[in-house]
């Protein structure tokens, strides 16, 4: 479970990739905040990379064939005189109201006196349709997993519970909301249920 955690936080930090690559950046760099590939660094951003830097795989899927591609976390970098800034997305105590006013908006939900709060009712209402879009495909891939024996309901309220909590948290850290505040190990006790690569 603590494990769990620690790479929602990691996503949290790597959101702009896809969930595969996010586990693989994860299971070869659990630090790593922000990634990007040699190219990105040294002549985007006028960095440069330190010498002996290890790239982090990520699985290329975008030809004909797989292959590998390399990406570099920002401690592997260093500035140049004309390196360009670095501006990493925060969430604004300031801008709190006028988040809390766009989600609402955006969503057709009431608004809530707290961001925290907020979060906490998009996160559920984007796992409910996540959930209801693909319970279907999700059936066909518990075999041999610890859902496989669940009946119907129960894997929906196993696949809805576990994403709702993991989305509220990455959301919540996302936006330095403290996530442990709300919650607790024991909400992502389901995690063991999903044992299998498919179902991961």
Same mark, same amino acid.
């Given at each position: 479970v603590n494990e769990w955690c620690l790479f929602l936080k990691s996503q949290a930090k790597l959101y702009k990739y896809p969930y595969a690559d996010q586990l693989?950046?994860?299971?070869?760099?659990?630090?790593?905040?922000? &990634?990007l590939t040699f190219d990105d660094w040294t002549q985007t951003m006028n960095r440069y990379i330190h010498k002996g830097a290890k790239g982090i795989g990520l699985v290329d899927y975008s030809g004909d064939a797989p292959k590998m591609k390399y990406v570099f976390d920002i401690s592997d970098t260093s500035e140049r005189y004309n390196s360009k800034a670095i501006n990493e997305w925060k &969430?604004?105590? +300031?801008?709190?109201? +006028?988040?809390?006013?766009a989600l609402?908006?955006?969503?057709?939900? +009431?608004r809530t006196e707290n961001l925290d709060e907020m979060l906490f009712k998009v996160c559920r209402r984007e796992a409910r349709q996540y959930c209801q879009d693909f319970m279907r495909d !999700?059936?066909?891939?518990?075999? +041999?997993? !610890?859902?496989e024996d669940y009946d119907n309901d129960n894997r929906y309220k196993a696949l809805y519970t576990l994403a709702r909590n993991s989305i509220t948290y990455v959301a919540m850290e996302r936006c330095d909301l403290n996530p442990e505040s709300w919650l607790s190990p024991e909400d992502f006790m389901g995690v063991f249920d999903f044992n299998t690569p498919d179902v991961i």
């Amino acid at each position: 479970v603590n494990e769990w955690c620690l790479f929602l936080k990691s996503q949290a930090k790597l959101y702009k990739y896809p969930y595969a690559d996010q586990l693989m950046i994860y299971a070869q760099r659990s630090d790593a905040s922000l &990634c990007l590939t040699f190219d990105d660094w040294t002549q985007t951003m006028n960095r440069y990379i330190h010498k002996g830097a290890k790239g982090i795989g990520l699985v290329d899927y975008s030809g004909d064939a797989p292959k590998m591609k390399y990406v570099f976390d920002i401690s592997d970098t260093s500035e140049r005189y004309n390196s360009k800034a670095i501006n990493e997305w925060k &969430c604004n105590p +300031d801008a709190e109201n +006028d988040v809390i006013e766009a989600l609402g908006s955006f969503y057709g939900i +009431d608004r809530t006196e707290n961001l925290d709060e907020m979060l906490f009712k998009v996160c559920r209402r984007e796992a409910r349709q996540y959930c209801q879009d693909f319970m279907r495909d !999700f059936n066909y891939i518990v075999d +041999d997993s !610890f859902l496989e024996d669940y009946d119907n309901d129960n894997r929906y309220k196993a696949l809805y519970t576990l994403a709702r909590n993991s989305i509220t948290y990455v959301a919540m850290e996302r936006c330095d909301l403290n996530p442990e505040s709300w919650l607790s190990p024991e909400d992502f006790m389901g995690v063991f249920d999903f044992n299998t690569p498919d179902v991961i």
